[in-house]
């Protein structure tokens, strides 16, 4: 078999650590690495061309893309046509658009019966400041592509929310009104691949700061999940699609509540749990890149079987 992980030019660390898993389980005759900037999908003849430089990227079996939120819109047509080529890609077209959208996330997971915060979204400033009102604070405000806790903003009274309301107003930006799930200072992170949570740990926020995003200078520690909190985040990476995500849970006095769901998680989890996430990633695909090709074998054996019973048939007939 023969694998490709992409991602962005900056060649990020978490993403590397997957591509060095990959080539270090010895189940591929080849890894590489392609940047999302190199590629082009074509339109030509009734087909979807894809490549990455003059390298065919149809011709794997496996691909790994790590796509980020600017992106999100080529990702989706690159993992369709990937899929209609038979490539063994882990996770759906519409999961990268899902993920990438805070409120697509929670409009999927409210409908598949996933615990998730109260959630407002409008372009009105007028109609956010009733929601404030009727919400009452404190609330919390994001941007709906923003990630490692970049563009998430608190509010813990009326007056910095309406603040923000008219700051968001000027720029043109969606309105994006969650209400505050009281907690102290710290969420879950759930690594599901597959259907099973993989790694978790606990992010505590540093002191003064309400996001517990590593990227935000929170800090992580090792934590074992109950079954409920698991059965949570395996059914929310179901939800969206994707076999490999990162699941961030909050637990609220009524229960877990999933606050966001991340197609790209970082792999600091390794070094904090001591558990090997990206081999377990690597593993994962290459099981499932082998079950993939197998199953392509047999309905092209199957195609065969099928011309040469009719060419047989007909021969019968004449």
Known sequence: MKACVIGSESRASSTMKIFEALKDINKFKSVFFATTEGIRIGVKDGNFPI??????????????????????????????????????????????????????????????NIPIPETYLTMSPATAKRIIDKMKPPVVMKLLGGTGGKGVMFSPERHSAVTMIDTLGVLNQPLFIEKYVKNP???????????????????????GEKRSNLAAGGKGVAYSINNEIEDIAVRSADAIGAEICGVDIVESRDGPVVLEVNICPGMKISQITGINVEKRI?????????????????????????KLSKWFSETLEE
């Open 282 to 306: 690597a593993e994962y695909v290459a099981r499932k890149g082998d079950y993939y090709r197998e199953t392509k074998e047999i309905k092209g054996l199957g195609y065969y079987i099928e």
């Open 51 to 112: 490549f990455y430089k003059d390298i065919d990227l149809c011709k794997f079996d496996v691909v790994l893309p790590r796509i980020g939120a600017s992106k999100a819109l080529f990702g989706y047509l690159l993992v369709k046509y990937l899929r209609k080529k038979d490539v063994y890609v882990p996770m759906t077209p519409e999961s990268i658009v899902i993920a990438h959208n805070k409120f697509l996330t929670l409009e999927v997971l409210n409908k598949a």
């Open 185 to 207: 200072g710290e969420d879950i992170r759930v690594i599901v691949v597959g259907n099973e949570a993989v790694a978790s740990m606990k992010r505590k926020a540093k002191k």
